[in-house]
């Protein structure tokens, strides 16, 4: 195939955001929106963005333009915190987080050292991501080394930028799910030799939580860190009440939840702690002062009945933040429905998240909340190719608020109010058509 065969022409209406921001209000002035516009495509990466009049003339002969007019072209959705091995345990119902574990996400969790059910659901979870809209994720497997080889084996087929790593948990929890420091450490250090930067694939050290490692578990986490410093760390951190109070009788010598991860290295750039609802004072500033990354899980914090993360002080306090669906505590993969939901929860608090805000947090904001957004998150020159054709007007709701003299931002907040997996036209990773909607 020649060159110029590889090149794509897509035209529509384009939104995106510009540049990373400290503050809320400064992302209307980057917010670039571009009618008619047109966007090449060459091995996977942006080679051109501007308007259809500008740009029409670059289109080689004889290269076909995917017309999307009347829809809305934004960059792929970013997850910043999801479970694929709960996909099947979504609604379990009745309990808070410490019940739900042991009584649904633990026996859930149990098939995956089974590569044949592995497989079977990487292959269902990638096709929810993409028929949602979210092109990348950071993704926890369960203990076993299978899961991630399984899930991180279905991204690679179709090249898609995926950060995942093995549970590591090996204690309060049932004996089937348990690894122990060392198989811990051995089991990740394979995992990082075999997939990390492999293509655009990336490991995430995963330690479940504080209550389910021990002190030496924590310190093999820290060991496999300083050996490969640019992988990501993830889990969970002040998510429920009993679980902070479990934390503390489980690390008495330590001066909170966060300073048993900060003790043992675990904080600092690409480290992404989940969820955040009862911070103390020391710990946000903790997390800001090391450059921590906050996922923030607004439909999971409601379904679990954890509480209210504060967003607005997230920003005071110049944390970086991505939303993440958390998926099987979180009830869609839809990103649309969990900026909805994180609308409700900042109500709740007394702030109005713009749809300017929330949009950047499932764009730009998550990627940089992942340290990727020089890479993906907009359509700058050299950007990964990875976006959404959205359709704005998919139900009927939607089409009796939309009408030509409502606002961009109007625009905006009635699909993220009202908008699901049927306003997701279609999916593109790396240059690829990977999702139709029929
Ligand atoms: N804390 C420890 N493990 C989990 C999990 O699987 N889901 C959620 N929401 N919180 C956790
Ligand atoms: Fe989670």
Redesign the pocket.
Known sequence: MSEQHSLKAIRGNFLDIVKTVEQPEEIESHLRFIEDGLMLLRSGKVEWFGTWQEGKHLIPEGIRVRDYSGKMIVPGFVDTHI?YP?SEMVGAYGEQ?LEW?NKH?FPAERRYNDIEYAREMSAFFIKQLLRNGTTTALV?GTVHPESVDALFEAAHNINMRMIAGKVMMDRNAPDYLLDTAETSYSQSKALIERWHHNGRLLYAITP??AP?STPEQLAMAQRLREEYPDTYLHT?LC?NKD?IEWVKALYPERKGYLDVYHHYGLTGKNSVF??CVHLEEPEWDCLRDTGSSIAFCPT?NLY?GSGLFNLKKAWHKQIKVGMGT?IG?GTTFNMLQTLNEAYKVMQLQGWRMSAYEAFYLATLGGAKALGLDDIIGNFNIGKEADFVVLEPTATPLQQLRYDNSVTLMDKLFVMMTLGDDRSIYRTYVDGQLVYERT
Request: hydrophobic fraction near 40%; avoid cysteine; glycine fraction near 0%.
């Open positions: 479970h709960q987080l574990l996400t926890f479940r939580f389910t969970h998510e679980e989940a969820h999971s679990l958390d505590a």
